[in-house]
């Protein structure tokens, strides 16, 4: 069987590139194809060194800095890569990378991230953060989202079987192509960090710093109330207005290696997160180090979070508000003796790598079973 991998796009290694690096562990010899590929040699290495096939986007002006200018190209671009001689067709796909051509003979399995997210529900966010609510520009924008819809919504139809990271994304798939996903969350590296029960008098956060992230909520809720240290790694565009807001009880470290990083998350009495995210692989990272996490409740955290019932990992706040995460601090604080390393560790594991390797070979072997052979005859359509 010939298997072709689709991923949107290989910049830099993230939370959906740590799916595509599961996929290809899982299908070793598979192909892979990507609307450009500018990743690094160390990032490369993730991916069993594989180099993918691009699209003709790969060679315009600018395409490694000032890819993502080029998304109204995008789904024409994709649609030119030739996966006519593959048998099995997986895409890895937040943007347009479900939309390859495939035919009635061919299996396409998609794990979606999330649909287009800034041509959806989040479209007047991301207009208003990008400058392009008001003007012609904005008009424009709107205009090229909107026709990204109408091409999102109809290659829906060419998946066979769709995969979500999330419940949360499965309502949006639901909400958006009418399509049931089944939920598969994705693989947490959980085995690279290590429960640690004795723990220090500070908070973390670690994140890239951009707005949806809003790291800046955290900061100022945290400078509120000097009694709590915090500690901030990441880096990012929002890090001056961070950095107006933090008091001399946030320390800022920008970035740091992936060794400094588990350690301060080892040896935090809690993580802090704010983002509405898909999934959030972060906070699974913590509970995977024995540390309790503070959330914003809703998304993913909802998924990955325990906050109720005789082994909490977490505690949520209900509003993306200073008072309200000072408030979810100060609980926290009061209930401290419920929350255990072990507890924590436990709830992790369920976001293995091994769990997500099961899950999806199993998907996978659905799709495949679900195939019609050439002996077998289609309804009659009257």
């Not at 796009?9 to 590929?37: C, H, K, M, N």
């Not at 390859?100 to 997210?117: A, E």
């Not at 409740?297 to 325990?306: D, F, M, P, R, W």
């Not at 929350?339 to 996978?364: I, L, P, Q």
Request: charged share 25%; net charge positive; glycine share 6%.
């Amino acid at each position: 069987m010939k298997v072709a991998v689709v991923h949107d796009w290989l910049v830099t290694y993230a939370g959906a590139e740590r799916v595509l690096s599961e996929i290809l562990r899982q299908f070793p010899e598979a192909d892979l194809f990507s609307v450009v590929d500018f990743l690094s040699d160390a990032d490369r290495e993730r991916i069993l060194n594989k180099k993918a096939a691009t699209t003709f986007i790969q060679r315009l002006p600018g395409a490694r800095s000032r890819y993502r200018s080029y998304l109204p190209l995008m789904p024409l671009a994709i649609e030119q890569l030739d996966l006519s001689g593959y048998d099995l067709v997986i895409s890895s796909s937040h943007a347009v990378s479900k939309g390859v051509l495939t035919g009635p003979d061919q299996v396409h399995v998609s794990y979606i991230h999330s649909p287009i997210r800034y041509a959806w529900d989040m479209q007047h966010q991301y207009l208003r953060e990008s400058k392009l609510d008001k003007g012609v520009k904005s008009w424009i924008a709107r205009w090229l989202l909107h026709r990204i819809r109408l091409w999102d919504s109809r290659t829906a139809n060419g998946v066979d079987y769709m995969t979500c990271n999330s419940t949360f994304i499965a309502r949006r798939i639901f909400k958006t192509y009418g399509r049931t996903a089944e939920v598969i969350p994705p693989p947490v590296d959980v085995e690279s960090f290590t429960k640690r029960e004795d723990k220090e008098d500070f908070y973390i956060t670690a994140s890239r710093l951009v707005p949806y992230k809003r790291i800046d909520l955290i900061v100022e809720s945290f400078s509120k109330t000097p009694h709590r240290r915090l500690v901030v790694v990441g880096d990012g565009p929002e890090m001056p207005k961070i950095r107006s807001k933090a008091g001399s009880n946030v320390q800022l470290l920008g970035y740091q290696s992936d060794g400094a990083l588990r350690d301060l998350m080892e040896r935090a009495k809690a993580f802090v997160f704010a983002a509405e995210e898909d999934f959030g692989i972060v906070p699974v990272e913590a509970q995977a180090c024995g540390t309790p996490v503070i959330a914003f409740g809703k998304g993913g955290a909802l998924e990955t979070v325990i906050d109720k019932g005789e082994h909490p990992t977490g505690v949520f706040f209900e509003e993306q508000s200073a008072a309200s995460l000072i408030s979810a601090l100060d609980r926290f604080e009061r209930t401290h003796q419920l929350f255990s390393a072990s507890a924590c560790r436990r709830n992790a594991e369920r976001f293995s790598s091994e769990e997500f390797r099961k899950k999806f070979s199993s998907a996978v072997d659905r799709a495949l079973s679900r195939r019609l052979s050439p002996c077998d005859s289609l309804p009659d359509p009257r």
